[in-house]
């Protein structure tokens, strides 16, 4: 099996990242961070599927961006809070990703690793594994659960992963490289229903974003997490007593974002616009830690992160599950999301436990907390090929679909 052309591949709710593994770390990031979303066009009857790629934008609510007007098509997610919903969607977006982008020439297709959400069916996992060796013909494959990657990436093999992503949260425990599956929780709230929220909180702003991509790239832009509760309310309070002397400070979307201090802040839109925030950005990061604020009942991320490592671990186990915790996904690049997260969870843990975050190691690229189950997967993928770990062609002729299950728990 030849390294060159072993592929890494994440299928996510919101993008699609793929690459070899081969170019790792020389390449710290994946080649391929494509939308995970298809153009049905309307030319032919039955309408024909195209993939769209790195420079098509698609909005979280389905609408695509500009680019995609022109084929004049509906858009379509095989893909929705990491479950895979349509196969045949998810087979085009998998060949544009390996024969368009990464390289692969038919009929000398390489190995593939699959990094696997959390809580995927048992279904799903047969039925890629089925699509693999049948329709692209890989000589192996390999799954692994994108938590333990995440661990992988910084180099840990236990601890806690809190997964913020395009529609959900997961918050999943793995000891040794296992995950246990019993201890993840899930919560339906991402980067989706924040950036409706944060189009709430500004409805009657004069000129608001205009499409679903301007409030998105806002909502990248604008969203922090203040230290503790209490510095929240501090800032909503200085908020309050500002009034139109005040100086509103101008930042452009791309900037460095400055520290919240309930100060207004005008930011300034690529397409020109711009829009005017005071703490609705502390507000909307607040909303993902407290599901009150969201108009939901429930336990808040902190509480279920302890429920996952004391449902999980036993006696001294559980410091190792609390003493490293991981905050990766797409949501991670919210400012101090991760340190206010700590703060919650040392609110609740018992005095003898020193709840800690995973440090990136230095030798590592800034981008791993975004694109950590990747990175691990292009870990692990050249411990597989020296250890031979992969599913052969031979293990699914001989087992079929379940053959996905053969060497990968």
């Known amino acids: 099996m030849e390294d060159q052309t072993c592929c890494v591949l994440n299928l996510g709710s919101d993008t699609t990242k793929a690459g070899l593994s081969h170019n790792f770390p020389e390449e710290p990031e994946p080649r391929v961070v494509a939308p995970s979303a298809l153009l049905r066009t309307h030319a032919h009857a039955n309408g024909q599927r195209v993939a769209l790629t790195n420079g098509d934008s698609v909005g979280s609510n389905g609408g695509c961006g500009a680019g995609s007007d022109a084929y004049g098509g509906d858009v379509l997610r095989p893909v929705v809070r990491g479950e895979i919903v349509d196969m045949d969607g998810a087979e085009a977006l998998i060949h544009s990703c390996l024969y368009d982008h990464c390289g692969w020439q038919f009929g000398a297709e390489g190995c593939c690793v699959i990094c696997e959400p959390v809580l995927t069916a048992r279904s799903t996992r047969e039925a890629l594994t089925q699509r693999m060796f049948e329709v692209f013909n890989v000589p192996g494959l390999f799954f692994q659960d994108e ?180 905050v990766c996904g797409g949501g991670s690049f919210i400012p101090g999301i991760a340190h206010r997260l700590l703060h919650d969870v040392k609110a609740l843990a018992t005095p003898s436990l020193k709840p800690g975050l995973c440090a990136v190691p230095d030798y590592m690229p800034k981008c791993t907390a975004h694109f950590a189950p990747w990175i691990g997967g292009a870990v692990v993928t050249k411990i597989l090929l020296n250890q031979n770990q992969f599913i052969s062609k031979w293990d699914y002729e001989e087992e079929g679909p379940c053959a996905g299950y053969r060497k990968c728990l």
């Open 147 to 326: 938590a333990s990657l995440a661990l992988f990436a910084v180099g840990k093999t236990s601890g806690c992963v809190v997964d913020v992503g395009h529609a959900k949260v997961d918050v999943s425990t793995v000891l040794e490289g296992q995950l246990l599956s019993s201890s993840t929780r899930r919560l339906n709230v991402g980067m989706t229903q924040l950036t409706s929220l944060l189009q709430q909180l500004l409805q009657g702003r004069t000129m608001p974003p205009s499409n679903t991509l301007d409030w998105e790239a806002l909502a990248r832009r604008c969203l922090h997490t203040a230290d503790s509760q209490f510095d929240l309310e501090r800032a909503c309070q200085l908020a309050a007593v500002h009034d139109a002397s005040t100086p509103v400070v101008t930042v452009d979307v791309g900037s460095a974002p400055p520290r919240p201090t309930g100060e207004p802040i005008t930011y300034a839109l690529p397409d020109g616009q711009e829009v005017t925030i005071a703490t609705e950005g502390l507000q909307v990061a607040e909303a993902l830690l407290r599901p009150e604020l969201r108009g939901e009942c429930g336990p808040t991320l902190a509480e279920c992160l302890v429920s996952s490592v004391s449902t999980s671990y036993e006696g001294n186990a559980r410091r190792v599950g609390l003493e490293s915790m991981l």
